[in-house]
């Protein structure tokens, strides 16, 4: 596996541990999730809603300790890697006490060497996957 490969599984799983004690109420900030997002980030929902860096962020103060969620990261791959950026596909398992979902996961990075992990979220895609895959 080479640097940038790993670079963008740790990013994955770091920025959803982050979500994860943010939605729990376990963290009090989202400076890490607010500073690798691009300003221009947006993020197609399961549900095919486009929402902007700025609606997202609102979204998530609002929901600040409302569930206890696991999500879990698998098979994590890389799509294309260009100078500038990569594509990379994940799968997003969600658990909470009440129920579970999975999600098909597309996020469009771009290189920042001074950001955690040296990447910035540019897009996000998400695409509900079907029960019981």
């Known amino acids: 596996m080479d640097d940038l490969t790993a670079a963008a599984i740790t990013e994955i799983q770091e920025l959803h ?41 609102e979204g998530l103060k609002e929901a600040h300790g409302a569930v206890e ?28 006490p009440d129920n579970s979902n999975a999600r098909q996961s597309t996020v469009l990075f771009e290189h920042d060497w001074g950001a955690p992990n040296g990447l910035k979220w540019a897009h996000v895609h998400e695409t509900w996957m079907p029960e019981g895959s």
């Open 17 to 57: 541990v982050e979500f994860e004690q943010w939605f729990g109420g376990e963290s009090d900030s989202l400076d890490r999730v607010e500073s690798v997002l691009l300003n221009t980030f947006t993020m197609v929902t399961p549900n095919g809603e486009t929402v902007a860096r700025n609606d997202l962020i």
């Open 69 to 96: 969620l696991t999500i879990e990261i698998k098979n994590t791959t890389v799509r294309w890697e260009g100078a500038d950026g990569m594509l990379v596909s994940y799968e997003e398992w969600q658990t909470t």
